[in-house]
């Protein structure tokens, strides 16, 4: 199974996640991550580490951030370069977890299931039109 890390700013992981156990139950080989106000670049980097070290054994490292150059993207995207089998995305949402956390008992293909985040991210984002 693929390992998931929420990195984002503030509690927004730990949320994200307690949404998407609503639907599907509760997770395994799921870490977050807060960085929150006041917290240095030194703290984030020993939070994934701890984060990476709870995943256990995984068939891979998908990490999901908030937003793109923020401290929590910069720092997975350092992991995605220096670290084999770790895939960093950014812009995540509810419906990307959950497609993501669905798809991933199925593969452990890490490019299935960036590609599956990115098509769920995209599909479930619009605008409602009232006639």
Request: charged share 20%; hydrophobic share 50%.
């Given at each position: 199974?693929?390992?998931?890390?929420?990195?984002?700013?503030?509690?927004?992981?730990?949320?994200?996640?307690?949404?998407?156990?609503?639907?599907?139950?509760?997770q395994?080989?799921?870490?977050?991550?807060?960085?929150?106000?006041?917290?240095?670049?030194?703290?984030?980097?020993?939070?994934?580490?701890?984060?990476?070290?709870?995943?256990?054994?995984?068939?891979?490292?998908?990490?999901?951030?908030?937003?793109?150059g923020?401290?929590?993207?910069?720092?997975?995207?350092?992991?995605?370069?220096?670290?084999?089998?770790?895939?960093?995305?950014?812009?995540?949402?509810?419906?990307?977890?959950?497609?993501?956390?669905?798809?991933?008992?199925?593969?452990?293909?890490?490019?299935?299931?960036?590609?599956?985040?990115?098509?769920?991210?995209?599909?479930?984002?619009?605008?409602?039109?009232?006639?």
């Amino acid at each position: 199974m693929v390992g998931l890390i929420l990195a984002t700013h503030g509690t927004m992981a730990a949320a994200a996640l307690d949404v998407a156990s609503m639907f599907l139950g509760e997770q395994e080989k799921v870490s977050c991550i807060s960085f929150l106000a006041g917290d240095s670049l030194e703290t984030l980097m020993d939070r994934f580490q701890t984060a990476i070290a709870e995943l256990g054994t995984v068939d891979g490292v998908l990490i999901l951030t908030d937003l793109k150059g923020g401290s929590p993207c910069n720092v997975a995207t350092l992991y995605q370069k220096t670290t084999s089998n770790v895939q960093a995305l950014y812009g995540f949402n509810v419906p990307m977890l959950l497609e993501l956390l669905d798809a991933r008992e199925q593969t452990s293909a890490l490019d299935k299931l960036v590609q599956a985040a990115l098509d769920a991210g995209a599909r479930e984002m619009g605008s409602i039109v009232i006639d």
